[in-house]
């Protein structure tokens, strides 16, 4: 809803997925507010397929995915990232959904 929130008027969001993974919040903002909108809506797309991934069902384990991204970006150290209430999901086929997402082909 980010993409759409800029397109309504809004200067300004708060956005929980971008403490744990920031550059595509950051590309969305800065693609909007220097007009590239092919890039916009491109990456628009990428954080409405990563809110996607996150908040799924079943939601009350979405911690335990923010808690992945973050130890994938370096932004809490892995020994904080786990959550005992959290899932039985696979985090390696979790963060490699997130990875196709988050990263763009030139990076």
């Known amino acids: 809803m ?3 929130s800029l ?3 809004a200067d300004a969001a708060l ?3 971008a403490a744990a993974v920031p550059r ?3 590309d969305l903002l800065d693609a909007w507010l220097a007009g590239r909108y092919r890039d916009f809506v491109a990456t628009a797309l990428r954080a409405d397929a990563l809110g996607a991934l996150v908040f799924r069902a ?3 384990t979405y911690v335990q995915r923010m808690a992945w991204l973050a130890a994938w970006e370096g932004r809490l150290p892995r020994s904080l990232c786990h959550d ?3 899932t039985t999901e696979d985090e390696g086929r979790f963060l490699a959904a997130a990875k196709e ?3 763009l082909p030139d990076r």
């Open 24 to 26: 595509v919040t950051v």
């Open 2 to 4: 980010l993409g759409p």
């Open 84 to 86: 005992p209430m959290g």
């Open 58 to 60: 079943p939601v009350d």
């Open 15 to 17: 956005v929980g997925i």
């Open 101 to 103: 997402i988050v990263e």
């Open 7 to 9: 397109m309504w008027g």
